[in-house]
Antibody, heavy 119, light 111 residues
Framework: EVQLVESGGGLVQPGRSLRLSCTASGFTFGDFAVNWVRQAPGKGLEWVGFIRRKRSGGTTEYAASVKGRFSISRDDSKSIAYLQMNSLKTEETAVYYC??????????WGQGTLVTVSS | QLVLTQSPSASASLGASVKLTCTLSSGHSSYAIAWHQQQPEKGPRYLMNVNSDGSHSRGDGIPDRFSGSSSGAERYLTISSLQSEDEADYYCQAWATAIRVFGGGTKLIVL
């Protein structure tokens, strides 16, 4: 089955770190860029960042709101992408989704993992 | 700056058709976009790409009741033969080299 599964969410205190994982199956993970998108409770979708496929350089881009605090990496041998989140803020409480990126369009979504930032 | 604008809400009757609009910001009228559906309490699902020439390509398993079109800087999603499960939030999404952008979403109510 073609799917993405996020994991690693949970409750974290403000200022602390958390790492999310996105595990792919059913397709050649290394052929695609991977995005992270978040959705705060009752709000719309917000792009967080993406990592290009290795043959496009494997480089990353981030939204201004997370640049310098969040980083994305990938391990194509395991079909996993990671989102490392540092210095988390309460307003970053959200469901975090990973997506498969085909030329810019996000053509496959995971089910999401909830991150709650609270003391 | 790449910005997408959507109306906050829309409504249509069961069995009817509805056309949702996504407007690209000035200078970006040649951009393609993608449409995504988010049903209540679920994650988003990719529906289709819509190009500036109006051509569109649906994702796997998306019924042909969903179609796309374009006019200038506007990109449209038309849903025909509305069903109750089409009641959802619909987001458009665009991209450039180093950025991905979402519209604010349109909440579709099926009457």
């Amino acid at each position: 089955e073609v799917q993405l599964v996020e994991s690693g969410g949970g409750l974290v205190q403000p200022g602390r770190s958390l790492r999310l994982s996105c595990t792919a199956s059913g397709f050649t993970f290394g052929d695609f860029a991977v995005n992270w998108v978040r959705q705060a409770p009752g709000k719309g979708l917000e792009w967080v960042g993406f990592i290009r496929r290795k043959r496009s350089g494997g480089t990353t881009e981030y939204a201004a709101s997370v640049k310098g605090r969040f980083s994305i990496s990938r391990d194509d041998s395991k079909s996993i992408a990671y989102l490392q989140m540092n210095s988390l803020k309460t307003e970053e409480t959200a469901v975090y989704y990973c997506t498969r990126d085909e030329g810019g369009a996000e053509t496959l979504w995971g089910q999401g993992t909830l991150v709650t930032v609270s003391s | 700056q790449l910005v997408l604008t959507q109306s906050p809400s829309a409504s249509a009757s069961l069995g009817a058709s509805v056309k949702l609009t996504c407007t690209l910001s000035s200078g970006h009228s040649s951009y393609a976009i993608a449409w995504h559906q988010q049903q209540p309490e679920k994650g988003p699902r990719y529906l289709m790409n819509v190009n500036s020439d109006g051509s569109h390509s649906r994702g796997d398993g998306i019924p042909d009741r969903f179609s796309g079109s374009s006019s200038g800087a506007e990109r449209y999603l038309t849903i025909s033969s509305l069903q109750s499960e089409d009641e959802a939030d619909y987001y458009c999404q665009a991209w450039a080299t180093a950025i991905r952008v979402f519209g604010g979403g349109t909440k579709l109510i099926v009457l």
